[in-house]
């Protein structure tokens, strides 16, 4: 079951501009066939992605805006166990996202999304359909991310999309992305959120309306700052959850993995920060390791790039325990 209401492009809060600007172009039929959503983390780029994906695909649409409540729509919501949708005309594209093997390679991808993964994911796809035939639109997060050989791919696809083909490009800093692929684009700002706009969206996700506003102010409009401040609010739990984590990884036994599962039982929000927290210590300990020419490097990088698919899973509305338990199974089984 997906927890999550059916969302529709009215529902996205705080992000009236764009919003605005994406409504009269499906009101219109012209919504451009490659959009750029640029602005920081937290203030509602994958959720609007999300409600444009179900104005694309809904199955009774009205006046080219998405019902919310059809299975298409809800489709578009439901999500996999690593936070993709689960609605074949719906993909996405990000760093990592899918296991070497599924993409035709042999390593991961640690420095950016490789060619690799737009030829399978996006370019193998052009040939065939839109399975449900109504459309289908591919959200590329943090494109910025995209390396060289894999923008030069996508360019002429992105330029000159089959009919009902959409592009979702999101990035924290659109500044970045290569020439080649901004000139393709059509950009859409999108700003800090409100701290109305931040509260309420607090408040549905069950936080004391008090507690919300306090937040709310002192977010950056971020809702991504916001949840850690929430989170943080359990932090007595963090550091022998992540020093669990740790001593699990060196530990030969389970034992340690098993408290660090039995640890993670806790709040979405405290896992969520627990492993944003192991990341960065992972990043650290890369940087050390590679300014000392030491094997240690890719190991951690290694080990960022499976925390970062975990916080993935997480965002999915993955269970916390059975999140950190994956995790360190897959820890444990790296080289
Ligand atoms: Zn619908």
């Not at 020439?179 to 936080?207: K, M, N, W, Y």
């Amino acid at each position: 079951m997906n927890p999550r209401s059916p969302i529709a492009l009215h529902d996205v809060l705080g992000q009236s501009i764009a919003v605005g600007t994406l409504r009269r172009a499906m009101e219109t039929g012209r919504l451009h066939h490659a959009i750029l959503f640029d602005g920081p983390s937290g203030v509602g780029k994958n959720l609007t992605a999300e409600a444009v994906a179900q104005c694309v695909l809904c199955e009774k649409p009205s006046g080219g805006v998405a019902c919310g409540q059809c299975a298409a729509c809800i489709k578009v919501l439901r999500r996999d166990a690593i936070g993709r949708s689960v609605h074949p005309d719906f993909a996405t594209v990000a760093k990592a996202m899918y296991d070497p093997a599924v993409i035709g390679r042999k390593t991961q991808e640690t420095q950016d999304i490789s060619a690799d993964q737009v030829r399978t994911v996006v370019l193998a796809r052009m040939s065939l359909g839109a399975v449900f035939g109504r459309g289908r639109l591919f959200l590329i997060r943090d494109a910025d991310e995209l390396s060289v050989s894999a923008a030069n791919a996508l360019l002429k696809t992105l330029e000159e999309p089959p009919p009902r083909t959409y592009f979702i490009l999101t990035s924290t800093r659109g500044g970045e992305l290569l020439p080649t692929i901004r000139s393709r684009v059509q950009r859409i700002r999108f700003g800090p959120l409100p701290e109305d706009a931040l509260c309420t969206i607090l408040v549905r996700e069950g936080h004391d309306p008090k507690v919300a506003e306090g937040v709310a102010r002192d977010a950056q409009g971020s809702l991504t700052i916001a949840r850690e401040k929430l989170g943080n609010g359990a932090k007595d739990g963090l550091e022998p959850w992540i020093s669990s984590i740790e001593m699990a990884l060196e530990d030969k036994t389970f034992a340690g993995a098993l408290k660090a599962a039995e640890g993670s039982k806790g709040a979405r929000d405290t896992v969520g920060a627990g492993l944003e927290a192991f990341a960065a210590h992972l990043v650290d300990t890369a940087r050390k390791a590679a300014s000392e020419s030491s094997p240690k490097a890719l190991r951690a990088a290694d080990g960022y790039v499976r925390v970062q698919r975990a916080l993935r899973q997480l965002d999915g509305n993955a269970s916390p325990q059975l999140v950190t338990e994956a995790l360190l199974a897959d820890l444990r089984g790296m080289p």
